[in-house]
């Protein structure tokens, strides 16, 4: 079936870069997504892919997508306390809906 | 413009209680979903509905109702709450058709005693 992994957990220092990884499974997937959530709050929609694209850049936030291992990454630049967050990972899946798995969320804990 | 917007944010029940969950969106988008958020999990689709007039069941539908009153509007209701359906829920909408994004509310946080 349908599956999204992410690790659950990643700390890195204030300055440095940050990357996110997620693994999914469905290599249907049209769009993959990146969603932050801030404590207490929505999700918010960082950056998407298209499924035929390898890379897209987007000012601090570069992700990459290797289509034949189904491994998407979120990649931060300069990593800032305001990057503290929970970042999803989702896949749309074709279909009469645009339906989104997600993943479990990665929480980035940003120290000094 | 307020994007989507959920009520209540909190919501304390207890078992056997009914309660509806209302979520707007000023966006003109097409389709509205209903997710619920459980710690250590991804989002779960509740319900959705792709456009005015017609809904259809997520991937974990079973205790829950919904209506998409209008474009604008779509509800979600807990008949007889139960302890498992303690989670915070996000309602979500999105025009249809080719790439979509989500633009999902602040959510609402409930709690079945």
């Known amino acids: 079936g349908e599956d999204v992994e992410q690790s659950l957990f990643l700390s890195v220092r204030e300055g440095d870069s940050s990357v996110i990884n997620c693994t999914y499974t469905?290599?249907?997937?049209?769009?993959l997504y990146w969603y932050k959530q801030e404590p207490g709050a929505g999700l918010q929609l960082l950056t998407y892919?298209?499924?035929?694209?390898d890379m897209k850049q987007d000012q601090r936030l570069t992700v990459l997508l290797n289509k034949k291992d189904k491994h998407l990454s979120l990649r931060i630049a300069d990593t800032q306390t305001g990057d503290s967050a929970i970042y999803f990972c989702?896949?749309?899946?074709?279909?009469?809906?645009?339906?989104?798995?997600f993943g479990a969320g990665t929480r980035l804990a940003v120290h000094p | 413009n307020a994007g989507v917007t959920q009520t209540p944010k909190f919501q304390v029940l207890k078992t056997g209680q009914s309660m509806t969950l209302q979520c707007a969106q000023d966006?003109?988008?097409?389709?509205m979903y209903w997710y619920r958020q459980d710690p250590g999990m991804g989002l779960r689709l509740i319900y959705y509905?792709?456009?005015?007039?017609?809904?259809d069941k997520g991937e974990v539908p079973n205790g829950y109702n919904v209506s998409r009153l209008n474009k604008r509007e779509f509800s979600l209701r807990l008949e007889s709450a139960a302890p498992s359906q303690t989670s915070v829920y996000f309602c979500?909408?999105?025009?249809?058709?080719?790439?979509?994004?989500?633009?999902f509310g602040p959510g609402t946080r409930l709690l079945v005693l």
């Open positions: 979500a909408s999105g025009t249809s058709g080719g790439q979509e994004t989500q633009y």
């Open positions: 469905d290599s249907s997937s049209t769009y």
């Open positions: 892919i298209f499924s035929n694209m």
């Open positions: 989702a896949e749309a899946l074709s279909g009469g809906y645009n339906k989104l798995i």
């Open positions: 966006m003109n988008h097409n389709s």
């Open positions: 509905s792709a456009s005015e007039g017609t809904t």
